[in-house]
């Protein structure tokens, strides 16, 4: 069992930390808004940090799980960052979604100082965190990562090393151009089925079982032909990560039309008061 800390115990981080401790692991936790990191301590035990420093000193590894390229500079490079607090021959892995531009850095930084970096940005959304089956995307060295894998497993059902640093953020990148195209295709689809007069749902049942299924049909067809979407994840993460995604695409020139596209799609979303709906709401402008 390992000494671990959790920075940032939002909609993923909290019930990924409950799985490190549910394995048996000594959990020391931090939160921005400390009110978090009360309650995740009153309800599963462990140890409350004031400052991420504070949380990763004595720890063998330290995870993380913040909003963005910013957030994640603050709690590890901040006045009172993690990075200020690691000891010698220990891992700091960050599940964020961020650039691989910031993972590189971060892996020189931590390198230079004597520890070592992993970034492992995570897919499954809050239901694969909640039940401990999320998939992680890794970029960091072999020795480094083998040694992380077995606590890593505590929330996830698989979790692979992807290439150097940077290449868990590159691997999620690719995960979410595989997403925006196929959600605006579903969405044309469920559009033209209720403009063609046809039971929708049955549609999509058959359809499902043929060459046009897919997790996003299965899992947010029904709802999207219902017009709901207050839950899952939000359009603003999205426009988040897609902005990371052409951003890598302006640096190594892959041509990635339908993203570009289907981002302002997204944009649209927002305008239309949907900021925090999920991404199936792709359908909503189409039917609006
Ligand atoms: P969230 O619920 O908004 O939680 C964000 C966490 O980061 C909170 O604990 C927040 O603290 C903390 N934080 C943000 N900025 C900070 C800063 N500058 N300093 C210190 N702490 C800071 O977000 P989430 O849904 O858990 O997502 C976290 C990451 O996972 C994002 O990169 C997201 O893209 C990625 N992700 C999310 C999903 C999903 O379905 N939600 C799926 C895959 C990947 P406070 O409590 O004080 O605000």
């Not at 892996?107 to 992680?136: C, K, M, W």
């Not at 077995?150 to 150097?164: Q, T």
């Amino acid at each position: 069992m390992a000494k671990v800390a959790f920075l940032g115990l939002g909609v993923m981080g909290y019930p990924m930390a409950r799985h490190l401790k549910a394995k048996g692991h000594e959990v020391t936790v931090y939160n921005r808004t400390a009110a978090k990191a009360e309650q995740w301590v009153a309800e599963n035990g462990g140890r409350a940090a004031k400052t991420p420093r504070e949380a990763a000193e004595g720890q063998e590894i330290v995870f993380a799980c913040v909003g963005n390229d910013d957030d994640l500079r603050q709690v590890t490079l901040g006045p009172d960052g993690a990075f200020h607090g690691m000891g010698k021959g220990t891992i700091f892995v960050d599940h964020t979604t961020a650039s691989a531009e910031v993972a590189r850095e971060l892996y020189a930084a931590a390198n230079d100082t004597g520890f070592s970096f992993i970034d492992a940005p995570v897919s499954g959304g809050q239901a694969g965190a909640e039940n401990g089956v999320l998939t992680v995307m890794c970029g960091g060295d072999e020795e480094v990562y083998a040694k992380a894998e077995p606590v890593i497993m505590s929330f996830a059902r698989a979790s692979r090393l992807l290439g150097p640093a940077g290449s868990g953020q590159l691997t999620k990148m690719i995960n979410q151009i595989c997403i925006a195209g196929l959600v605006q295709g579903l969405a044309e689809g469920i559009h033209f089925g209720k403009k063609a007069g046809l039971d929708v749902e049955a549609v999509l049942e058959v359809i499902s079982k043929g060459a046009a299924g897919s997790w996003q049909m299965e899992n947010r067809g029904k709802t999207m032909n219902q017009g709901k979407f207050d839950f899952g994840f939000a359009v603003d993460w999205m426009r988040k990560d897609l902005s990371i995604v052409l951003g890598e695409a302006r640096k190594n020139g892959a041509s990635l039309p339908v993203t570009a596209l289907v981002d302002q799609f997204y944009a649209d979303v927002q305008k239309m008061g949907g900021k925090r709906w999920d991404t199936s709401s792709l359908i909503a402008r189409l039917d609006k």
